[in-house]
């Protein structure tokens, strides 16, 4: 005998908040300036978390920690070189730590006591995170994504939100790049909830 499933087969199937949550990723102070369109990309989350906030999802922001010196550990560290572009461990700065200006998320977003905020030190925001636990435990099939970088974080945590059985939206118009719209940041998709009218 077959199972039968809710199989979601169009987009408005999983753009409901009873099957997706909405994810903003690393819209912190210290990296949308980083980014040559910040401005721009925060403008277009605004108007995601504003139509996400109005339709009732649930919405969970992430964001990037830094390890004190010692604690980063050898990856951590020419992770760190490479981003600062040094080769002297000793010159490398920890930019996210907890408690900087850098670190906060942008204050425009201000998160709401019922929205989640999590940390992580991976690239994955299921990596070391509660999130696949929040999103299962609230019986959820999809999540749709927006923030920066798209070559840097978001696609990894597209392919590992799939991998892990659930459907990854992301909203184009709402993603930054750290490069020029690199070829990972053209092949997504935005749910009709986050879309301009």
């Known amino acids: ?3 039968s499933l809710d199989i979601g087969k169009t987009l408005a199937d999983f753009c409901r908040p009873d099957r997706m949550a909405l994810v903003v990723y690393d819209m912190q102070a210290g990296i949308t300036n980083q980014v040559k369109n910040g401005p721009a990309i925060l403008a277009e989350v605004l108007k995601v978390l504003e139509a996400a906030r109005a339709g009732g999802y649930p919405i969970i922001f992430l964001r990037h920690l830094s ?3 010692p604690l980063m550990g050898a990856f951590q560290m020419r992770q760190a070189m490479a981003w600062q572009r040094t080769d002297d461990p000793d010159a490398v700065k920890p930019w996210f730590l907890r408690g900087t200006p850098g670190f906060e998320l942008v ?3 201000a998160p709401r006591d019922d929205e989640a905020i999590l940390d992580k030190i991976t690239f994955s925001a299921f990596e070391g995170t509660p999130l696949a636990i929040i999103l299962r435990d609230l019986g959820l099939t999809s999540f749709a994504i927006c923030g920066i970088a ?14 892990l059985g659930l459907v990854p939206i992301v909203i184009r118009d709402a993603c930054g790049a750290a490069t020029t719209r690199p070829a990972s940041a053209r092949w997504t998709t935005s749910p009709s909830w986050a879309t301009r009218s």
Request: without cysteine.
């Open 107 to 109: 204050a425009e977003l």
């Open 1 to 3: 005998m077959a199972v």
């Open 67 to 69: 390890m004190p010196k």
């Open 150 to 163: 798209t070559e840097i974080g978001i696609d990894p945590t597209v392919r590992h939100g799939a991998d």
